[in-house]
């Protein structure tokens, strides 16, 4: 009988990641791709790593402390009287009142009945305008 052997590989390099330090390194506002560049892993690694809990819930905490320190500073620039900065918040923070485009439902379903009567008066009035220029 065989003797079970374990499987020789790469060593698992998350049980070498300090996650005090990924939180830091996600708190300076790097994306993912970088991240992944001063870990030395690659990307698909660190989609990998984040389905472990621990690992994700660092970088969900350094990430959301880079987005508070912009927002905290595009809100005192806003509260400053910075013209560009007041928008984007408004814009961000109150689509439903301060953005650029209005939606407009595609769905219209207007339907004008008109008597052949009423058409023929609708026309000659038309007629008549354009006559009288």
């Keep these: 009988m065989k003797a079970k ?8 390099k998350m049980n070498q990641v300090n996650l005090d330090q990924v939180e830091v390194i996600a708190s300076l506002g790097l994306i993912d791709e970088e991240i992944a560049i001063v870990l030395g892993i690659s990307r698909r690694t660190l989609n990998y790593w984040k389905k ?3 690992f994700l819930h660092s970088l969900k905490r350094g990430k ?8 905290k500073s595009l809100y005192e620039k806003a509260k400053a009287g910075d013209v560009g900065a007041i928008i984007f918040w408004l814009k961000n923070r109150r689509p439903d009142l301060w953005r650029d485009r209005q939606h407009i439902d595609g769905n219209l379903n207007i339907r004008a ?8 008066k609708s026309v000659k009035g038309f007629q008549d305008a354009d006559a009288g220029e």
């Design 5 to 12: 052997t374990a499987k020789i590989g790469r060593p698992f």
């Design 52 to 54: 472990k809990p621990d």
């Design 64 to 71: 959301l402390k880079a987005d508070f320190q912009v927002t």
């Design 113 to 120: 009945k008109m008597s052949m009567a009423e058409l023929r």
